[in-house]
Structure formats: structure tokens, C-alpha cells
């Protein structure tokens, strides 16, 4: 498995709407793997490899939470918005990006931060607001406004590292899916389906991307790749975890906003348990993927999501087991070789 691709995904900067460098990463890894590919209007990466078999959509998106300045004030300091789902208490003293004009290091901080007079206090317990806090470029406020526009993203400053059997990385959330969605084509035998590979864009605001890409491709089943939470950490019991480091790729059941296709579900278990791929089912009661979006397309397509677990998800870095990467693109892979021997969906014709 080559893990330095992961890692270069990664590291490349790409909130929601601002893509470009991961997708280009990504293109380049999948264009020997695939017959055709393109960028849609959307931005989606869209890799074709054909067949006379069904349409099999495989989706994980490109993009990662992070922020775009809002506001530079008198002083130079930033003020930003936030993009996708932050968990504020994590942010705070953090290395960021500016990815403008030049690619500029600060610092994200709070204001007043431990200084304040309450910050060790119990009156500062409050929540915490996206207006509390202000990126620090140490640059003269004139430089600043050379270099810097409104609307600028940013991302956190992190670079991938092994640590041991895992990886520790930002934006693993969904970079990770990617990796397998490529790994999966890179591995993958002989087959009959049509296969469509999507690096999505805009999922962390709405999977918009994934939305717009089904519409046009029409599919008739689809897999969305994306990570889930793994809780199996101190402070939560066993009963808690929702899915764990090292126990394989997590079939998803369900989540707030998808029901698995049954057909599908009992199909790659069916795979999983043949080809000896570890794996676990997962219940969630929050969050959604990509397939929240692609299974009400047009007259409804059968889908499902595998998430490979991470911890720490929606934080400044996140930690996955290598060898759970490994069981997402050999039970993709597993999938797209046998895809023609399945069927999907509950559609019924009464005479």
C-alpha cells in the first residue's frame, strides 16, 4: 500500500468550494486507472473505467473543514468563518494556513486566550463562538492586506506522520476515502460493472458535490467512502464505541442521513465474509456522508457507506489504523469484481 500518496493528500490544503490541490493529487493518481477523466462544472473529479455490466458509483470527497477570512482588522489580525463542522474547543494555539496570493503561516488563537483574567476560572465555561477567535500572520497590517483577501481559505499547518501501525494526519476526513477509492481501482482484477470514481467536493457543507455528480451519471448503485468516528478511547464504554481502531472497515447500516440498501449491505457482508476481509457494522445516530445525497437522486439509487474509523474526527488531527485503509480497498475492490452477480434495490411492477 502506498501510504506516501495518503500522506501528500493529506497535507494538500482544500476546504469545501477550494479544492484544486488535492484535486490535482488525486487526478494524477487516478488518471493511469481509469479509461476516461474529467473535472464536472461542480468541480467533482470524475474517473471512468468501463464495462458492459451495471453503473457503480464509488464516492469520497476531496474536501476538508477549515475556515476563509472574513475580516482583516486595523492591527493585521484576521477574523474568520468557519467551513464544515468545527469542534472550537480543539482550535485554539494552532499552527494555520492562509492559502491566498502566497501561502502565509499563523497563528489561531483566542482572545485573550490564558491571559484572561477568567481563563482559569469557572466563569469561563462558556461556549465558544467562531467570533472568539483571530488568526495572527506576525506581519505588518500593510502586508497583510497586500497578501491577504477576503474569502482567502484557511487550513490547519499539519504534516502526516506513521506512528506505528497507524497514521496521524489532518483532514483524514475523507483524504483516507480517496486513498481507498484509488487503492481499490489500483488492486482491482477483472470486472463487468461500468465503474464511476468520484472525488466529491463541497461534502462538509452539504454533499453538494456527490448530489450533482449522481444526477449526471446516473448510476445504479453507489458506495460512499468516508471515515466514522471510533470512540475507543478513555472516557467512553465498550457499548459506546460506535466502531474501533484495527476491527476492519465499518459497514454502515445507517446514520442521520442514509438507511443502507439491504441488498447491498447483505452483499459486501456476503464479500467480506468469503474473502476473509475484516470488518464491523455500524449504527450511527449522527453525522452522514455522501450517500445521504446520492440515494434520493433522480427515481432513488441503492447505496450504502463504508467508513473507515478514525479518532478524533473534526479536530485539528485525526489517527487511523493502516490496516483498516487496507480492508476499505480490498472490500471495494471485492465489490466492483462482483458487482454483476448481484441485484439491487426493492423495485416492484404490479400488472
Known sequence: MEIGLLKRLCDAPGVSGAEDEVRVIAAEALGPLVDELSVDPMGNLIGIRHGTGPKVMVAAHLDEIGFRVSHVDDKGFLRLMGVGGQWLETIENQRVVVNGRRRLPGVLFREGGWLRADALSSSDTGPRKMDDYYVDLGLPREKVVEWVEIGDPVTMDRHAVDMGDMVCAKALDDRA?????????????????????????????????????????????????????????????????????????????????????????????????????????????????????????????????????????????????????????????????????????RSLRWK
Open 177 to 345: 476515502g480517496v486513498f481507498a477509492m484509488i487503492e481499490a481501482l489500483r488492486k482491482l482484477g477483472k470486472h463487468e460493472a461500468e465503474i464511476y470514481a468520484v472525488g466529491s467536493v463541497q461534502e462538509e457543507v452539504g454533499c453538494r458535490g456527490a448530489k450533482v455528480a449522481a444526477y449526471g451519471l446516473s448510476p445504479d448503485v453507489a458506495i460512499a467512502i468516508d471515515v466514522c468516528p471510533a470512540r475507543d478511547t478513555p472516557g467512553f464504554q465498550e457499548h459506546e464505541y460506535i466502531a474501533a481502531l484495527g476491527k476492519g472497515v465499518a459497514l454502515t447500516i445507517s446514520d442521520a442521513g442514509t438507511i443502507a440498501d439491504q441488498g447491498l449491505l447483505g452483499s459486501l457482508c456476503q464479500i467480506a465474509q468469503d474473502g476473509g476481509i475484516v470488518h464491523q457494522l455500524l449504527l450511527a445516530g449522527a453525522g452522514s456522508t455522501d450517500a445521504r445525497e446520492i440515494h434520493q437522486v433522480r427515481a432513488g439509487i441503492p447505496s450504502i457507506t463504508l467508513a473507515i474509523p478514525a479518532r478524533y474526527t473534526h479536530s485539528c488531527t485525526g489517527l487511523m489504523h493502516k490496516g483498516d485503509l487496507y480492508t476499505c480497498a480490498e472490500l471495494v475492490g471485492g465489490f466492483l469484481e462482483d458487482a454483476h452477480r448481484f441485484r439491487f434495490g
